[in-house]
């Protein structure tokens, strides 16, 4: 996985790329969490995500809640279809901001 | 691209998450070799590398270790079968569940994946020298 964070004003939008599972997922949060704290807009562009598996899901659901916590949001934009598809067999696509 | 499929192919992988990338390398170039939907070849590969997570994460807790886990996979008149052996804890399957799907939080959904997208999950004592013997099965129409 590799990343690039971009700013636009308040919001931070954090474009991921690769395959996210277990071994990639504390190295996802180092990134969006810092970010989340500091009460941003948080945009995860998931355009280039080609695989994500249940850990990675996890990292969604944990930023969501972490930003929902602070007041603050993330929203996933761009969503590669193979990654949609994991959102939805984890019925999560009413549950996180789909944008 | 086989249509009358025969596979019975087999490899070990060091048990650690670094692990898992070439497990779905592994499973990837199997299934190349079946002609069924790409989509459906993406659930089986997600459904085996839950899998190999959960010994990762919970047979051998995240530890580190040289141990290996082998995987199998078979194909033979369209019964698909993925074995998974490795010498870890030994499986305690009356708690293996997976979370409740309206529980909303992180972890816990590997296993409902692999339920998801399995006909059958069955946990074995393994033969020796493994310890535990997970068997993914699924009919396959191909």
């Not at chain 1, 929902?68 to 959102?87: A, N, P, R």
């Amino acid at each position: 996985m590799s990343y690039k964070v971009t700013e636009e004003g308040e919001i931070s939008i954090v474009h991921l790329d690769g395959e996210i599972d277990m071994d990639v997922t504390e190295k996802a949060k180092e990134v969006i969490m810092p970010l989340i704290e500091a009460k941003k807009e948080v945009h995860l562009n998931l355009k280039e995500v080609q695989y994500m598996d249940s850990s990675g899901i996890s990292v969604l659901i944990e930023s969501h809640q972490k930003a929902t916590e602070l007041g603050t949001k993330v929203i996933l934009k761009d969503i590669s279809k193979s990654v949609l598809k994991v959102i939805m067999m984890a019925k999560l696509e009413q549950i996180l901001n789909l944008g | 691209m086989n249509n009358l499929a025969q596979i019975s192919e087999q490899r070990d992988f060091v048990v650690s998450s670094s692990s898992l990338k070439d497990v779905r390398s592994f499973s990837r170039e199997v299934f190349e070799k079946v002609n069924i939907e790409q989509d459906l070849k993406d659930e089986l590969v997600l459904a085996i590398a839950e899998a190999a997570q959960n010994i990762v994460k919970h047979a051998y807790q995240g530890e580190d270790t040289e141990d290996k886990m082998e995987i199998k996979i078979s194909l033979s008149n369209g019964n698909l079968e993925i074995g998974f052996f490795d010498k870890g804890r030994p499986v305690e399957k009356d708690k293996i569940r997976h979370r409740k799907i309206d529980d909303i939080k992180p972890g816990g959904l590997g296993t409902f994946f692999i339920q998801q997208i399995m006909d059958a999950v069955v946990f074995k004592e393994g033969e020796k020298p493994w310890i535990n013997h997970l068997i993914l099965s699924k009919k396959i129409d191909y």
